[in-house]
């Protein structure tokens, strides 16, 4: 099992940048894919990002291609989201999650994380 703890997020405006990170606890992290889902108010949480724990592959949401960027850092129990070009509507709670050995075609569907941070708000205005 690991703890997720999440930090970075903020007041941003339209066009920033944020970057949060999620440091886990725990001797098995290599061994958990790391996802990024947010919640808005009134919305159902949602899928952003996940990074597979075997082969580092990557899987996004379609919302955020090419402005969202998840890397992790083996050594220091961390994963990472560069979120650049924000825009108003990427305000939400935004959630670490890890599962273990999720498969990346599993990644995408909250059901298979079982550790969940206790997120972080991201707020970009207009």
């Known amino acids: 099992q690991v703890q997720l703890v999440e930090s970075g997020g903020g007041l941003v405006q339209d066009g920033g940048s944020l970057r949060l990170s999620c440091a886990a606890s725990g001797r098995t992290f290599t061994s958990y894919t790391m996802g990024w889902f947010r919640q808005a108010p009134g919305k159902e949480r949602e899928f952003v990002a996940a990074?597979?724990?075997?082969?580092?592959?990557?899987v996004y949401a379609d919302s955020v291609k090419g402005r969202f960027t998840i890397s992790r850092d083996n050594a220091k129990n961390t994963v990472y989201l560069q979120m650049n070009s924000l825009k108003p509507e990427d305000t939400a709670v935004y959630y670490c999650a890890g599962g273990i050995y999720l498969a990346s075609i599993q990644a995408k569907n909250k059901v298979g994380y079982t550790n969940w941070g206790q997120g972080t708000q991201v707020t970009v205005s207009s």
């Open positions: 990074i597979t724990w075997s082969t580092s592959t990557t």
